[in-house]
């Protein structure tokens, strides 16, 4: 779905963010990516949505350009760390909004926002404002806006890092059902480590000064995952095992220059 072939990327005020990263994403798979901060795991994943462009290196999208993306029919979403929503709108206004801006004609999207509110659980909250909503709920109408345009590859940026545990917790189990069920690709960045290996088929350790990948961790667990999960031996011999990859990545920084 996605190959980034030696990739790199140089800010103009000279800092490089990322060494050459080769990595592929396949369809279907949950890809987490995680490491120390400023190892450039947000910036790999800005040139994967094509926010930035590499300094070097190239990214292909479904075997192409990312200009030719939505004539083959295919899509992404982005999902930022914060909800990001219009204040003054109504929820079913903030979830209409790709929508909106793709000329889709109101009554044509009506469905679809009540169906992709539906999904993330908030069908009684369409008329409601952001402000009488909880954290986790703005952050459920943000995926809710990534979801309602059927996107094939959901690209999410540390989405429940302000949340707190319990929130957490419960929207990664959400979260990895509703990824389940729509047979959907997603990549994400957090920097936990539990929530890394509940979610993911694979998971990306990153190390800093510059961004690189040095280590790629399956998690060969069945899915859809829930409590038992969380509770197995299993589950907490990976994070252990992901824990002593993240010391010894932090411990073998670098040079920038």
């Known amino acids: 779905m996605v190959e980034i072939l030696s990739a790199e990327k140089i800010f103009p005020n000279g800092t490089r963010a990322l060494a050459p990263i080769e990595l592929t994403v396949a369809g279907g798979e949950f890809l987490t990516l995680i490491g120390p901060s400023g190892c450039g795991k947000s910036t790999l994943l800005k040139l994967i949505a094509n926010l930035i462009e590499p300094s070097d290196g ?86 809710a806006r990534s979801l309602v345009t059927e996107p094939d590859l959901l690209l999410m940026d540390e989405p429940f ?60 667990e069945p899915h859809p995952r829930g409590e038992a999960f969380r509770n197995s031996p299993r589950f907490a011999e990976y994070c252990r095992a992901l824990s002593a990859t993240l010391a010894e990545v932090s411990q073998a920084v670098t040079p920038t220059r």
């Open 161 to 220: 890092g302000a949340l707190d545990e319990f929130t957490r917790n419960r929207l990664d189990g959400d979260l990895v059902r509703l990824w389940w069920e729509r047979r959907l690709t997603i990549v994400f960045v957090t920097h936990s480590i539990y929530e890394a290996v509940f979610l993911s088929t694979r998971v990306v350790v990153m190390g800093a000064q510059p961004g690189r990948i040095c280590k790629v961790m399956p998690i060969d």
């Open 58 to 143: 190239r990214i292909f999208w479904w075997s192409g350009e990312f200009r030719k993306v939505a004539a083959s029919g295919r899509s992404l979403a982005f999902v930022f760390q914060d909800p990001t929503l219009m204040p003054w709108a109504r929820v079913e206004a903030n979830v209409r909004l790709p929508l909106d801006l793709a000329g889709v004609a109101k009554a044509d999207s009506r469905g679809r926002v009540l169906q992709a509110l539906a999904r993330v659980g908030l069908e009684g909250f369409a008329r409601d404002y952001p402000r009488q909503l909880s954290g986790g709920m703005k952050m459920r109408v943000s995926i």
